[in-house]
């Protein structure tokens, strides 16, 4: 190990994420979904957990675990909530495989 100097002003027992999560938080995906490189994906309505800060620097952003998905991803403040999604109209359910009844 070695030793970093800081001053302790700059030292904290909380971790400041975007939204004003934490680490661990539970929250539901809001927004209008992505895959990204690797495959990993969040879609509405889908519910994971905050895992840290964004790691790619955006400071509106948090780290979320999806099940399913291999690594972490990021996702903006705006797009989370700690709340489930809204209902769709008509009780559909997102994903879901439906027919056209019209003509």
Not at 74 to 95: D, K, Q
């Amino acid at each position: 190990t070695s030793w970093v100097d800081c001053e302790l002003a700059r030292l904290s027992h909380e971790l400041s994420l975007a939204g004003g999560f934490r680490v661990g938080e539970e929250l539901y995906f809001i927004g209008g979904g992505f895959v990204d490189e690797q495959g990993d994906k969040a879609v509405f309505g889908c519910r994971g957990s905050v895992t840290g800060p964004a790691r790619n620097g955006d400071a509106d952003a948090v780290s979320m675990s999806f099940s399913g998905n291999r690594g972490d991803v990021h996702c903006r403040a705006e797009e989370l909530s700690r709340e489930p999604a809204p209902s769709l109209p008509g009780g559909f359910i997102l994903g879901e495989h439906l027919y056209f009844t019209g003509e």
